[in-house]
C-alpha cells in the first residue's frame, strides 16, 4: 500500500539515484527523481563492476536476467609489471562464483543505467526528470521544498542526496548546517582529497570476454577489463601533490596522459597504444577519495559518492551506493509503515538518518573494511578471505521475496584451512585434548547463501531471551581477559543489531559450554557438535578476516584463541595464540594511540570503540604472557615498544584530562606508572593488573637467562638484579593493603574486586617464585640452603593467598592463574618430601614441635593448592589437565626424597617442568 503522506526527492539521477527509485517504488513510497543532465541515458563513462551481493538486489528489481544478458562475468585474473612481467596469476573470480554464486560483472555504464531506467512503468518514468539542476532546499518541520535552476519547484518529505562526488545537496546541506550555528564543526566544502588522476575510458575489445587485470607501477597502475564487444581501461597516475580542488581537463591534457601509458601492457599481447587511437570515449578527472562526517542533516540525507567516495580501482562504489541505497529503504519503510497516512517528523527522521550512518560504517556493513582493504586486491588471499566477508556481509531489501539467484557451490570449502591443509594436515576436532564424542560431520558447515553470510551454527537456536540472558552471563566470565570494556556499551549496541551474527554466536556458545547452560529440546544441535566446528573451521579464516579494523572479528579470533588455550591446550592453541598476537601487530594494536593520527581510517574511529579495541590489545598481552611464559617460548610482544595506552574511564567528566598511562621502555619505571594509576580509581584495578603482568614478564625473561654460558652470565646477573629491585619497587607503591589477601570489608571491597585484586597479588607472588628458582645461590654449596628458602617462602605466599579464594569465583577470572597454582604446589611438595641433614635442622635451631607445626601448615597449603586446581579444573581443562600431569603423579608416588643438595635441585625434573608443563 503507498503512502499518500510521504514523498521522497531523489537529486541525482545515475545507477544509485535509479536504484533508490526501484527500492522507493518496490517500498510503495512516493518519490521524484531530479537529473541535471538533458537526458537519463548518455553514452558516457566507462565500466561499472557489480558484485554478488549487488546482483542479488539488482534481481529484486526484476534486472537480473536481462543484465546478465549484457554484462560479461569476469573469470581470469592476472597481475602486470609495466614492463610485462606477470607476478600474480590467479582464480580469484572463479573463487568468488563458486562460493557466492556469480562472479564479478563488467558493465558498460550507459547499457547499465539503460536498462534500469526502461524496467520502470510509464507511471513512474513521469517521476523521472531531467534537465532539473538544484540550486535551493529549504527545510521546515513538515518537509523540504527544492528549487531547481529553470525555476521549478519540488515539495516532498525528504530529500535523499545521490547527486555523486561534486553533489550539489552535500554542498546546500552543508549551508543549512552552518546557517543554524556558524561555530558548529561540519565537513569542508571539498571534502575529499585527490591523490591520483584518473584517465578512463572505452574501446573496442582487443581481448577475449571476461578478463580483469590489473598492472602495476610507482605511482602508476591501470585497471582493464573486457567483454566480448568492448573493453575498458583506468590509467591511475599520482599527482605531483594531493588536492581538494576541483580541477576540469582539455583534450589535450587527455592526450598528453595517454602518452604516459602507451607503453603499458593490458594483457599479455596487447598494450595502450595498440587500443589508443581506436577509443570510443575517453576521459580525465581527479579520483577524489574519502568518507564525509556528516550524511544527514534534518530531512536530508546522503547515498553513494556524495557521502563517500573511495576504491574505485576495485570498482566498489557502485555496490557501495546500493548498499546505503537498501540500508536507508529498510529503515524508512519500517516507520513509515507504522503511521502510513502521517509524515514523519524532523526528530524520528534524524533518528533513521543516524541509524543508517551507524550501520553502514558498522563492522555488520563493508564500507569501512572495504577502505581498508583496497591496497590488496592484487593477493588471492585477501580477495578470498578478506573481500568475500565483505560481500556476505551484503544486505537486501527486507520487503521483497524473491527466489535467492545467488546458488553457491553445497558445501563452504573457502577457508585458508582447507588450502594449507592439503600440504600440512591441520587439528580436527579429534586433534584436541579432549575425551568426548564428537557429532562433528562435514555437512555441518553446510551453510545457505544469506545476509549475515554466517557459516557457523547461528545463536538464533536459542530463543532471543536466552540469547540476552547469556550475553548478560558473558560479562561475569573471566573478567580480567574481557576482550569488551563495556557491557552497557555493548548490550546497547546489540540491542541495535549492530553485532555481526558470528560474533554473537561465539559468545552465547562459549557462554553456554562454561555455564553449563543447554537450550531446551533434543533437536538442537550439541555445544560440543558447535564449538568443534568453531575451533576447526576457522583456525586461520578468522584471523585474516581480522586484519581490518573490524572489532566484531577481532573479538571472535581471540575469543576462540582464549577458549582454546585453555579448554584444549596444546601445540595447536598455543599457534593460535601467536597468530591473533601477530595479527594485532599488523594492524597495529600495538601503538593505537600513533596510528590514529596518522591514518584517516582510524582517526574517524569513535572513542568508545578504541576503548574496547584498547582493551582487546591489553587481553591480548595477557594470553601472550601466559602462553609463552608456560611453555618457555619468547613473548611475542616488545614490552619496550608499545604505544597503547591503559583502558581509560569513559565516566570521566568533559573538564577533566585524564591521564594517559603507558607501559614505560624501562621496567624499572613500572612503579611511577603504578603511582600514576592510582588517580584513576574507576581503572585502577585494570591498571595493576596490567602493571602485575608486566612484572611477571621481567622475570620470565630472567628465567630464560638463567643458563646462558661464558661470558653472558654477568648479563643475566644484572637482569636479576633488576627484576629484583623492580618487584620491591612495585610492591612498595601499591596503596596499603593491596597485598593482604583477606577482603577488606571496611571500603566495602565487592567480592568480585576482591577476586581482581588477589590476581594481581598472585602474579607478584608467582615473579618472586620465578626470582628464587633463578637465584643463582641454588647452585652454590654455600647459598643453597638461603636461597631454598627463598623458593619455599615465596610457594607459601602463593598459598596464603590461595587459602581466601572463594571457589564460586574460579568462572570470573582468568584460569591461566592455573601456572602459578601449579608451581607452587611442585615447589611445596618437593619441600615436604625431602630430607634435610641433623646438622642443618641444629643449626636452624628447629625443635620437634616447630618441625611438626611446618609440616602440617605445608600440607595444609599443599591441600588448598589441589583443591583450587581441582575447582577450576572442573570448568577448564588446563587446570585438569595440570593437576593430574605426569608430574605430580611422579611427586605424589615418592615419600621421601634425597637430601637437597645443589646439584639435585638445580637439575630435578621437578624444577624444569615446573614452566614447560
Request: glycine residues 6%.
Amino acid at each position: 500500500m503507498g503512502n499518500s503522506a510521504f514523498k521522497v526527492i531523489v537529486v541525482g539521477g545515475g545507477p544509485v539515484g535509479l536504484a533508490a527509485a526501484h527500492a522507493l517504488h518496490l517500498a510503495g513510497i512516493d518519490f521524484v527523481v531530479l537529473e541535471r543532465r538533458p537526458a537519463i541515458v548518455e553514452d558516457k563513462g566507462a565500466s561499472l563492476i557489480v558484485h554478488p551481493h549487488t546482483l542479488r538486489i539488482l534481481h529484486q528489481f526484476g534486472l537480473l536476467e536481462e543484465l546478465l544478458l549484457r554484462g560479461a562475468e569476469l573469470h581470469h585474473h592476472l597481475s602486470f609489471t609495466a614492463k610485462g612481467r606477470v607476478f600474480n596469476e590467479g582464480t580469484r573470480y572463479t573463487r568468488i562464483r563458486e562460493n557466492h554464486g556469480y562472479p564479478p560483472v563488467a558493465f558498460h555504464r550507459a547499457e547499465l543505467i539503460e536498462i534500469m531506467y526502461k524496467a520502470f512503468p510509464p507511471a513512474v518514468k513521469e517521476k523521472i526528470l531531467t534537465d532539473k539542476k538544484l540550486v535551493d532546499i529549504e527545510t521546515n518541520l513538515d518537509g523540504v521544498k527544492v528549487t531547481c535552476a529553470d525555476g521549478s519547484t519540488f515539495e516532498g518529505s525528504i530529500v535523499i542526496g545521490a547527486d555523486g562526488v561534486h553533489s550539489k545537496t552535500r554542498q546546500l546541506m552543508r549551508k543549512l548546517a552552518l546557517k543554524e550555528n556558524p561555530t558548529r564543526d561540519w565537513d569542508s566544502k571539498n571534502p575529499y582529497t585527490a591523490t591520483y588522476q584518473l584517465l578512463y575510458g572505452t574501446f573496442p575489445s582487443p581481448s577475449a570476454s571476461g578478463f580483469g587485470y590489473d598492472i602495476q607501477e610507482k605511482d602508476k597502475a591501470i585497471m582493464y577489463f573486457s567483454s566480448p564487444d568492448r573493453g575498458w581501461f583506468f590509467l591511475y597516475r599520482r599527482l605531483p601533490q594531493p588536492t581538494k580542488e576541483r580541477a576540469s581537463y582539455t583534450d589535450k591534457d587527455v592526450e598528453s596522459v595517454a602518452q604516459e601509458f602507451l607503453e603499458f601492457p593490458l594483457t599479455r599481447t596487447v598494450k595502450v597504444k595498440d587500443v589508443w587511437p581506436q577509443m570510443l570515449g575517453a576521459g580525465l578527472t581527479n579520483l577524489e577519495e574519502g568518507i564525509v562526517q556528516h550524511w544527514s542533516l534534518g530531512r536530508i540525507v546522503l547515498v553513494g559518492d556524495a557521502c563517500h567516495k573511495m576504491t574505485t580501482h576495485l570498482g566498489l562504489g557502485f555496490n557501495n551506493g546500493i548498499q546505503d541505497v537498501v540500508v536507508l529503504c529498510n529503515s524508512l519503510r519500517k516507520v513509515i509503515n507504522t503511521a502510513p497516512n502521517e509524515s514523519q517528523n524532523t526528530t524520528a527522521l534524524t533518528q533513521i538518518f543516524e541509524r543508517y550512518q551507524a550501520v553502514r560504517m558498522s563492522s555488520l556493513c563493508s564500507l569501512k573494511g572495504d577502505v581498508w582493504k583496497s591496497g590488496f586486491e592484487t593477493q588471492d588471499l585477501f580477495m578470498r578471505y578478506v573481500m568475500a566477508p565483505e560481500f556476505r556481509k551484503g544486505r537486501i531489501l527486507d520487503y521483497v521475496s524473491k527466489e535467492e539467484p545467488m546458488k553457491a557451490r553445497p558445501h563452504h570449502s573457502d577457508s585458508l584451512e582447507e588450502d594449507l591443509s592439503r600440504k600440512e594436515p591441520l587439528p580436527s576436532s579429534r586433534d584436541h585434548v579432549s575425551h568426548r564424542p564428537s557429532t562433528f560431520s562435514p555437512s555441518a558447515t553446510n551453510h545457505q547463501v544469506q545476509s549475515s553470510g554466517s557459516q557457523f551454527p547461528s545463536h538464533l537456536r536459542f530463543p532471543p531471551q536466552q540469547v540476552e540472558y547469556l550475553l548478560g552471563c558473558y560479562f561475569d566470565i573471566v573478567q580480567d581477559a574481557n576482550p569488551i570494556f563495556s557491557k552497557e556499551l555493548f548490550l546497547r549496541h546489540y540491542q541495535s543489531s549492530l553485532f555481526s551474527e558470528d560474533l554473537i554466536s561465539t559468545i552465547v556458545i562459549i557462554t553456554a559450554k562454561l555455564t553449563g547452560f543447554t537450550a531446551d529440546g533434543d533437536d538442537h544441535p550439541s555445544l560440543d557438535s558447535s564449538l568443534d566446528l568453531l575451533l576447526s573451521s576457522s583456525l586461520l579464516e578468522d584471523d585474516l578476516i581480522g586484519d581490518i579494523p573490524s572489532l566484531d572479528q577481532f573479538r571472535k579470533a581471540y575469543l576462540l584463541a582464549f577458549y582454546e588455550f585453555h579448554q584444549f591446550p596444546g601445540h595447536h592453541s598455543w599457534l593460535r595464540v601467536g597468530r591473533v598476537t601477530r595479527m594485532a601487530y599488523r594492524i597495529g594494536l600495538d601503538r593505537l594511540d600513533h596510528i590514529r593520527t596518522l591514518y584517516p581510517d582510524w582517526s574517524t574511529v569513535s572513542d568508545e570503540e578504541i576503548q574496547e579495541w584498547r582493551s582487546l590489545w591489553w587481553c591480548i598481552y595477557r594470553l601472550d604472557t601466559y602462553s609463552n611464559l608456560s611453555s618457555g617460548a619468547p613473548y611475542l610482544i616488545d614490552d619496550t615498544v608499545i604505544n597503547t595506552s591503559f583502558v581509560r574511564s569513559l565516566t570521566t567528566q568533559p573538564s577533566e584530562s585524564p591521564q594517559e598511562l603507558y607501559l614505560p621502555p624501562d621496567s624499572e619505571d613500572l612503579s611511577k606508572v603504578l603511582v600514576a594509576a592510582l588517580s584513576a580509581p574507576n581503572t585502577l584495578l585494570k591498571s595493576v593488573h596490567n602493571i602485575t603482568i608486566a612484572t611477571l614478564r621481567q622475570t620470565g625473561l630472567v628465567i630464560r637467562r638463567m643458563h646462558l654460558p661464558g661470558s653472558q652470565e654477568c648479563i643475566a646477573t644484572a637482569k636479576f638484579a633488576k627484576a629484583e629491585r623492580q618487584l620491591a619497587t612495585i610492591r612498595l607503591a601499591l596503596p596499603t593493603g593491596w597485598l593482604n589477601p583477606r577482603r577488606n570489608a571496611f571500603s566495602n571491597e565487592s567480592h568480585v574486586d576482591h577476586h581482581a585484586r588477589m590476581i594481581t597479588i598472585f602474579h607478584l607472588r608467582m615473579a618472586q617464585l620465578l626470582l628464587s628458582i633463578a637465584d643463582r645461590g641454588l647452585r652454590q654449596a654455600d647459598e643453597w640452603l638461603v636461597s631454598w628458602q627463598r623458593v619455599l617462602e615465596a610457594a607459601q605466599d602463593i598459598a596464603t593467598v590461595a587459602d581466601q579464594w572463594d571457589s564460586s569465583f574460579c568462572l570470573t577470572v582468568d584460569p591461566a592463574i592455573s601456572f602459578t597454582i601449579f608451581t607452587a604446589l611442585i615447589f611445596l611438595d618437593l619441600h615436604r618430601k625431602t630430607t634435610i641433614t641433623v646438622e642443618e635442622e641444629h643449626h636452624n635451631n628447629n625443635n620437634d614441635d616447630d618441625n611438626n607445626l611446618s609440616s602440617d601448615e605445608t600440607n595444609h597449603h599443599i591441600s588448598i593448592l589441589h583443591l583450587q586446581l581441582q575447582h577450576f579444573g572442573s570448568i577448564w581443562t588446563l587446570p585438569r589437565l595440570l593437576k593430574h600431569t605426569s608430574i605430580l603423579r611422579k611427586l605424589q608416588s615418592i615419600s621421601r626424597w634425597p637430601p637437597l643438595l645443589s646439584p639435585y635441585l638445580s637439575n630435578t625434573v621437578a624444577f624444569r617442568s615446573a614452566f614447560t608443563s
